[in-house]
């Protein structure tokens, strides 16, 4: 029952933030409050902290050349079927000039899931890191899919893929989209 009621405030709290409702509506504070006295926000709280934390070794892996710190953030398919140390210097050569700030999270929270039986299958993540600038002058935007949990084949859990875009349009990924 319990389940049910999470699923239904859930699909109540998506549907009134498309409706254009925000939390500081009386409606939709309700629900949230609810949420959070039953430990739905610590979920989305670990999600955030995953997105950090793979976000900042994106950034000090490219700014200092680190190619094992970032190689060991990919899961273990992506490891056995690419180079990714290759592809994590060819990305390095990508970026014209230092990293000198470090842009903007953005997107932190979950993109996805999957539940069966009231237990989560699949949690995928797919921030980005936007206005990243160089010594250079150079603006990049950095987008990464990782899932944190797939049940239906573990090899996938961590980073998939992740891809650097330039401002003039090119782009470079580390990885591949699955």
Not at 84 to 91: F, G, R, V, Y
Not at 144 to 173: L, N, V
């Amino acid at each position: 029952m319990k389940k049910k009621v999470i699923v239904v405030l859930l699909f109540f709290v998506l549907t009134m933030s498309l409706s254009g409702c925000s939390p500081a509506d009386p409606s939709v504070q309700g629900a949230m409050d609810f949420l959070v006295d039953i430990g739905i926000p610590e979920a989305q709280n670990e999600t955030i902290q995953k997105s950090e934390m793979y976000a900042q070794v994106i950034i000090d892996s490219l700014k200092n050349s680190r190619t094992k710190d970032l190689c060991n953030l990919f899961c273990e398919k992506i490891k056995t079927s690419h180079n990714i140390d290759d592809e994590i210097l060819k990305a390095v050569e990508f970026i014209d000039g230092n990293i000198i700030n470090d842009g903007e999270l953005e997107h932190l929270s979950e993109a996805g899931s999957a539940w069966r039986d009231g237990e989560k299958i699949d949690s995928h993540i797919c921030p980005q890191i936007k206005q990243v600038e160089t010594d250079s002058g150079k603006i990049y935007n950095i987008s990464f899919f990782a899932y944190i949990i797939y049940e239906e084949d573990t090899s996938y859990a961590g980073i998939t893929r992740i891809t650097i875009f330039a401002e003039d349009g090119t782009s470079c990924m580390i990885g591949e989209v699955v």
